[in-house]
Nanobody
């Protein structure tokens, strides 16, 4: 079973920053798209970002574009989500996901996701 392990969540004040990490098996990191979903209390899971395996092409949801940055470190088999200018509405459980092949839109990520991490809580509050 595919193992995706998130870390880095926590409590941060509005306007602050956090960096989430997702440990990904090396073979998966280089061949699949890795992304992030989030689920706020009482809401559906929302895809927010992804990065393709071969080309490293990134995509973002409108709700986070310009504030969040996804990246990867192949030497550490890790995908990161740098979150800046955090808002209370960013409060959610954040999940690392995988999807086969190249995914370039949030809609496609929602349709193609096959693997999920256990999630990490991010709380933005003063």
């Amino acid at each position: 079973q595919l193992q995706l392990v998130e870390s880095g969540g926590g409590l941060v004040q509005p306007g602050g920053s956090l960096r989430l990490s997702c440990a990904v098996p090396g073979s998966i990191l280089r061949s699949q798209t890795i992304g992030w979903f989030r689920q706020a209390p009482g809401k559906l899971r929302e895809p927010i970002s992804c990065i393709s395996g071969r080309e490293g092409i990134t995509a973002y949801a409108d709700s986070v574009r310009g504030r969040f940055t996804i990246s990867r470190d192949n030497s550490r088999n890790t995908v990161y989500l740098q979150m800046n200018s955090l808002k209370p509405e960013d409060t959610a459980v954040y999940y690392c996901v995988s999807a086969p092949g190249w995914v370039s839109t949030m809609r496609a990520l929602s349709q193609e996701v096959v693997g999920w991490g256990q999630g990490t809580q991010v709380t933005v509050s003063s």
